[in-house]
């Protein structure tokens, strides 16, 4: 049980790199006038996966610590960055289906949505460093 929550975390912070690079060109277009192709429906339903799973993946290592150890505080700074990213999955989430339910031409909302998730892969980055200390520390011993 408590091997499947990084298996799934390093898989969605993998892909959401690849989601980031397909929003760059978005980004590049939008503020620096570059030319380029943004691929949407890519972006898109890859960026839905990755929140999906990373919330999942959040939810499911707090259930699987909280039972094994009994409380989730135990993990110490890998803890406390997961509970900062939070808010930014869900940022990013939300600005995206905001943006997909009702397309039109926006400039700053993407920044946001892109802030978002920037912060959010920024501090899943953080995470595999804490996530191998809790896997050495905690789960190879």
Not at 60 to 76: I, K, M, P
Request: proline residues 2%; contains cysteine.
């Amino acid at each position: 049980m408590l091997w499947i929550h990084p298996l799934l975390q390093f898989a969605a912070t993998g892909l959401a790199v690849y989601v980031l690079s397909l929003g760059w060109v978005r980004f590049q277009v939008n503020h620096f006038g570059k030319r380029g192709k943004f691929m949407w429906a890519d972006h898109v339903k890859l960026g839905k996966i990755t929140h999906i799973i990373w919330m999942a993946g959040l939810v499911l290592g707090q259930y699987a610590v909280t039972r094994e150890w009994g409380s989730n505080g135990v993990t110490g700074n890998h803890y406390i960055i997961g509970q900062m990213m939070m808010p930014c999955i869900a940022g990013g989430y939300i600005t995206g289906v905001i943006m997909d339910r009702d397309k039109k031409k926006r400039r700053y909302m993407p920044l946001v949505h892109g802030v978002f998730n920037a912060l959010a892969l920024l501090l899943a980055l953080a995470q595999v460093a804490t996530g191998w200390l809790v896997i050495r520390e905690f789960m190879l011993n």
